[in-house]
């Protein structure tokens, strides 16, 4: 894979592939917008220091792809995930943030600002990406959350260099940990997304009814934030979803978020990562419904054959 022409910062720049939350299904335009402020929360939660993003290992991924133009010249277009440090060299993240053919490069930024870090050339280019085979974001259920219908969506990204001394690796679950989200214990969750869970809306355009982009939405992205406390509904039985509870979109993650951490607190009460942010059930891409999570201790042999130190 060549990055070398690849120009890594924050633009304005309308998306023409979905990497963020409820994306599979949906290829909805977005403006990729960060801003900077101490207004941005992930949705009812608060803004994660440095000295929180390096304790657990939360990384923000930009995601570079291309296209034809009308006049068939390529353009290039990015949008945002969020993964873990599994690794020094290896982020854990979901499938679906890596998956489409239009992806040519990633970078991952070890800050809670990514805008600030990518305006200080303070990131690392990825080498490449290795998504399950067994992905299927079209998977019988859709978006529904199933037991036994996993779309399989956790992905692993390899870094040119080493990320920073600083950074500690995330904390990857036992069957204890497991177990915690099988008895429904509360959750916290990470991520780079956007801070409202209302993103996309309903018009009748040719008189058809049409899912449309809210304007402006994605500008509160970018920034780290963290939420305590989300009600875990329910756990697969076979450890590879959990469904967790958006308080109808006052709590929980969105767009931007895909691909972040879901912890349980760990017996020594450090958070031990459970969970991949993978798609929500609204079927217009909003995010005040439920979210489900690929469950980590459920893919360990996965995730293990593929790190690389």
Known sequence: MKTKQIVFKIVTQSLFFSVALFSCSKQIEHQSVLRA???????GGENADIIFQKKNGVVGLLIVGEKLDSAGAKTQAQAICTGSLISKRTILT??????????V??????????????????YIKATGWKFNPDFKPNSVGGKVYSDGNSWNDVAV????SDAPVDSELSKMPTRA????VLALKPVTLAGYGITTPLVNEVQIIGGQNTIVPIKGISETAGILRFVNDITVI????DDKEILLDQKNGTQGACHGDSGGPAYVTGADGSLVLIGITSRGTDLNGNCDQQNVFTNVFGYMDWIQKNISM
């Open 37 to 43: 402020g101490s207004e941005n929360q992930i949705i």
């Open 94 to 103: 979901a499938a679906h943030c890596v998956f489409s053919k239009s992806t």
């Open 105 to 122: 490069a990633v970078a991952a930024v070890f800050e809670p600002d990514m805008k600030a870090a990518f305006a200080q050339k303070k």
């Open 157 to 160: 990204i390899y870094l040119s």
């Open 177 to 180: 940990d497991a177990d915690q």
């Open 234 to 237: 329910n756990a697969t039985s």
